[in-house]
């Protein structure tokens, strides 16, 4: 069972990572238009690109990596206060080093995204969708 456990969180943490890559790609293509040609500051070029990156994660995280069943209103309040959290300590840390350090804009998105994968999908796996994994209701 022990092995059957981490297989399957090998194969969501995959599944999880190849959203997050495509979530990533958006949040790129986004933070690129928004912060290059239409010249908004880094991070409101940051949030918004975020904000929408954060939407399709979700979305398609929920429907095929966790195969969540559970509610859709509980799910989007535990995922939205993972980002109230994370939100400002990201907005903060890319004002930090870009800004104060000199940094690199775009070494800073990549490592805030990176943060960002990792964390949420530790979330995601153990708060927001919690009751929802067979796995772990089978040995209940």
Same mark, same amino acid.
């Given at each position: 069972?022990?092995?059957?456990?981490?297989?399957?969180?090998?194969?969501?943490?995959?599944?999880?990572?190849?959203?997050?890559?495509?979530?990533?790609?958006?949040?790129?293509?986004?933070?690129? =238009?928004?912060?290059? @040609?239409? *010249?908004?500051?880094? !991070?409101?070029? +940051? $949030?918004?690109?975020? #904000?929408?990156?954060?939407?399709?994660?979700?979305?398609?995280?929920?429907?095929?990596?966790?195969?969540?069943?559970?509610?859709?209103?509980?799910?989007?309040?535990?995922?939205?206060?993972?980002?109230?959290?994370?939100?400002?300590?990201?907005?903060? =840390?890319?004002?930090? @080093?870009? *800004?104060?350090?000199? !940094?690199?804009? +775009? $070494?800073?998105?990549? #490592?805030?995204?990176?943060?960002?994968?990792?964390?949420?999908?530790?979330?995601?796996?153990?708060?927001?969708?919690?009751?929802?994994?067979?796995?772990?209701?089978?040995?209940?």
């Amino acid at each position: 069972m022990e092995q059957t456990k981490k297989r399957e969180t090998l194969i969501q943490f995959i599944k999880f990572l190849c959203f997050s890559l495509g979530a990533g790609i958006i949040q790129t293509i986004i933070f690129t =238009l928004l912060n290059e @040609l239409a *010249n908004l500051n880094y !991070w409101t070029s +940051y $949030l918004i690109a975020l #904000i929408i990156s954060v939407l399709y994660n979700f979305t398609v995280n929920r429907k095929f990596t966790f195969k969540a069943s559970n509610n859709i209103q509980k799910s989007m309040i535990l995922a939205l206060l993972f980002y109230v959290f994370f939100t400002p300590y990201s907005t903060l =840390l890319t004002k930090y @080093l870009t *800004n104060t350090q000199g !940094w690199n804009e +775009y $070494l800073v998105l990549f #490592i805030c995204m990176a943060q960002n994968m990792i964390l949420e999908f530790l979330w995601s796996k153990f708060i927001v969708y919690k009751n929802n994994n067979k796995i772990e209701n089978e040995r209940i």
